[in-house]
């Protein structure tokens, strides 16, 4: 009555960035396959044990929660390059405080890959005693990674930090769900830790960074991803 | 045995005013006087108040006053009454007394409106009579000078008591109450309280639940005359459906006009604000009309009450906001717009007319639907006779708890097993199991998760002493911040602003506040009712709604499913009684009457214990509807379940409707046929073990739950209303409750939060507990009508189809059809040639 039927399932889609073709998974990943290389961002790993020290004794579940999505994405990607896209920890000391089995589960996805942190408002820092890469700012296969938008706009911009999450709605019910934000010029990531809120679209942090009659909102649905136009979208 | 004299000022006062004392009044001074707790059970108007300060003042009155130089003594007495308002209200009513006796006592309020100087002044110079709230209670509690303040503490009283003890508000007072016992440990008690079921319970939850205290005595008023209560006989047609009673409205214009002060009761605020703009709109003589619901700015609804007080108002439209027993003016005539849903409901909300207790009490209650009509009338005949249907008491709410342990280790370092004991004390909390009670704790200090990693984080700890102690000041403060146990949805201001200018200027009054999932479902330029007007939605800024005025009168009215309360238990017995008793039905409109003759012969009316199941094809659809009489609550269960079995069945449901009444599931095959057939049997559709895997299995992904726990996240402190030097609000919890409870289900299910969490909802959104009675109920006698068509019973329920909102699992096909007008928009029109 309400779906219409799909013949495809469409876990992950195909997306055009700056002319290079990257594909979106439905989990929260961007995936260059000519590059081997998957990128995640806004892990806030440890974001729960952040929360307790403060006196808010939030389930200490998060990180292997986060770990165990990740490590599922990528058996299936087996990327040979892996970018945290920046805050991958909820605060500087996130990667200290890490447990032994989260320590030993990530250095085992790190394994035989490149792993390049990207810096981020959370976790400036390179996380200590974890290995990997650390930079501000990367380039792969004429896109760039950063955590922060660049307020200039460049073609083939991926970033994090803004957390994006669209809204629908219809007969009388609102849909809220994470997405990835992208005008085909530039993108931006959803966020992927398990205790990571969002923030609309429409929200005037993301003012000026979008062509918004381009605009497309790739909405992270339970069964598949949903790409939505702007005029579709409300705030809130 | 007669209680001591009344002290001179008090009979010179009485006999001044041509007074004696009543009966009940001397009764319970005298139970106070030989140290006795007692329950007060009367009538509006018996002149409960005084009955219960009483023994205070009179024992006030006789005590030698404070020595200049001597310390000021605490608190004598402590008032506690679940509204602000009413503590307000019985400063004014019992400062009048008191200083026409001229006597030197002194009354102050204390809540959350209460300047910090006057709370400062308060704790070094404490007034004779502090009157409060719960919440103001457990925070003066939790100081640490509590045990000092409450030292000369003689009488608590606590004021409508059968309404506190029903909520998580009751278990926060039950247990500060067992707090001020530990204190004084002669403390007495006394309790008001409207007509109660079982006044047992409430004798017991005034004193310790410690195994040697009797009960509380109870005293008993007998109400004075019997109220005249009528169901509008209306000459216009009652409609089949909807809850407006739109229908109604110029005769109930023409009541008003015949009184001097009407009262008119709703059960939501959607009902009020759609009744106000109704009645003004054909208000051809001007009569000043007030509107007053929980929404509405405070101050907008203080001009209310004022001009209510001074007698400038001819009628108000109100809903349970103004229940309880405030005393205003003089209310001639009550009207019940929409069915009571509870018996106790309309005796409470009648008992605001006629404050004089010999007269009798004017009602008119206008059924909004068919339906409705059955239900008044059965809600006439508990009310005169007595019968009563408060809902019954549950244990102590494990989150409630949990506050309540650490404002306990905010007072002072607790021994586990002491408080454990004082704990228990507290009737909601007899039950409770030792190991519960230290999970709890552990809660406390540290989350109480299976992976013990923020042991180093503990917010109280044990040390060498065997005490808890609180580790870190700011665990207070925050605790303070926090206290409570009301969680609203997220609310958001209603601003006015100038029409298509929401975003730039923001300098309009505020109008009151809305709910944001109200607003979720409305899209810039919408109208909707709000504060007696037609507004139009502008958009949303933060935590602010901007509005302007709507150029037409025809809104879009906030749209609940339907009343607030579900149908009581009781009733719902009464309304099938009367279905199946074709004797009774002369007691009803004849149109009522008529309808379900005509019933009787398409059809059936099942016999009183009876389940009538109907199916029958309509358009290209196949209907099963079934007459349960169970709650809105507990049908919507049963619909998420029946249409999890019939999918199992192949009877291929589409979707289900629930009302307090029945319930309706639509589906591609004939479920009617299947039936004969025997290929489902409705026995096995209605079978309990629906209760088992079904229910587990719905529960998990249910956002009913998900709203379940987000107030227990919070009550328990698990995350902050508030958190020091930010004002929160619920748009901007940073770390979403829906994202915890994801998690935690996934990691600890068992946890003690999700066991709270699955506890509450089982007595309250979901109505499982009922749910569960009525299946085993109707086991072996479910009747099956199979119909060529609707029937007359069926209408009512038909017509709600397809104005209920889209509920649960479908939120993926909703985002598939919003992509979907992407492709169309691409496109254009070439698909439609």
Known sequence: ?236 | MPPAPLPEPFLRWFASRGWAPRAHQLDLLARAQAGRSSLLIAPTGAGKTLAGFLPSLTELATTPKRRPGEAHRGIHTLYISPLKALAVDIERNLGTPVAEMGLDITIETRTGDTPVHKRQRQKLKPPDILLTTPEQLALLIAAGDARRFFADLRFVVLDELHSLVTSKRGHLLALGLARLRSFVPDLRVIGLSATVAQPEELRRWLVAQDGASPMADQIVVEGGAKPIIQILDSREHVPWAGHSARYAMPEVYDAIRRHQTTLLFVNTRSQAEMLFQELWRINEDSLPIALHHGSLDVAQRRKVEKAMESGSLRAIVATSTLDLGIDWGDVDLVVHVGAPKGASRLAQRIGRSNHRMDEPSEAILVPANRFEVMECRAAIEANYLGAQDTPPLVDGALDVLAQHVLGSACAEPFDEGELYREVTSAAPYARLARETFSRVVDFVATGGYALRSYERYAKIRKTKDGRWRITHPRFAQQYRLNVGTIVEAPYLNVRYVRAGRGSVSRGGPVLGKIEEGFLETIAPGDTFMFAGKVLRFEGIRENECFVSNAADQDARVPSYAGGKFPLSTYLADQVRAMLADPARWQALPEQVADWLRIQRDKSVLPAKGDLLVETFPRGNRFYMVAYPFEGRLAHQTLGMLLTRRMERAGVQPLGFVATDYSIAVWALEDIGAMARRGVVTLAALFDEDMLGDDLEAWLAESWLLKRTFRNCALISGLIEKRHPGQEKTGRQVTVSADLIYDVLRSHEPDHILMQATRADAASGLLDIGRLGEMLSRVRGRIVHKDLDRISPLAVPIMLEIGKERVEGGASDALLAEAEGDLVEEAMGNAGQD
């Open chain 1, 1 to 236: 009555m309400l779906a219409r039927t799909e013949d495809t399932r469409r876990t992950s889609i195909t997306a055009r960035l700056a002319g290079r073709e990257v594909i979106l998974d439905m989990v929260g990943a961007l995936v260059d396959p000519e590059a081997s290389m998957l990128v995640v961002s806004d892990l806030h790993l440890e974001k729960g044990s952040s929360y307790a020290r403060r006196g808010s004794m939030l389930p200490p579940y998060d990180t292997m929660a986060t770990l165990a999505r990740l490590g599922a994405l990528l058996a299936r990607h087996d990327p040979a390059i892996v970018i945290s896209l920046g805050d991958s920890f909820h605060d500087g000391e996130g990667a200290a405080r890490l447990a032994e089995p989260a320590r030993a589960a990530l250095a085992a996805m790190m394994a035989g890959r490149q792993w390049l942190w990207v810096a981020g408002n959370h976790d400036p820092e390179p996380p200590s005693g974890l290995g990997g890469d650390c930079v501000a700012e990367v380039a792969v296969g004429g896109l760039r990674f950063r955590h922060e938008p660049s307020k200039d706009g460049r073609d083939g911009e991926v970033a994090g930090h803004l957390h994006p999450g669209a809204r629908i709605v219809r007969r009388g019910r609102a849909v809220r769900r994470a997405c990835f934000a992208s005008d085909g010029r530039r993108l931006i990531m959803p966020a992927f830790g398990a205790y990571t809120g969002m923030l609309n679209v429409m929200d005037r942090a993301y003012r000026g960074l979008f062509d918004w009659p381009e605009f497309r909102a790739h909405l992270l649905g339970r069964e598949r991803i949903y790409t939505i136009a702007g005029a579709q979208l409300r705030p809130g």
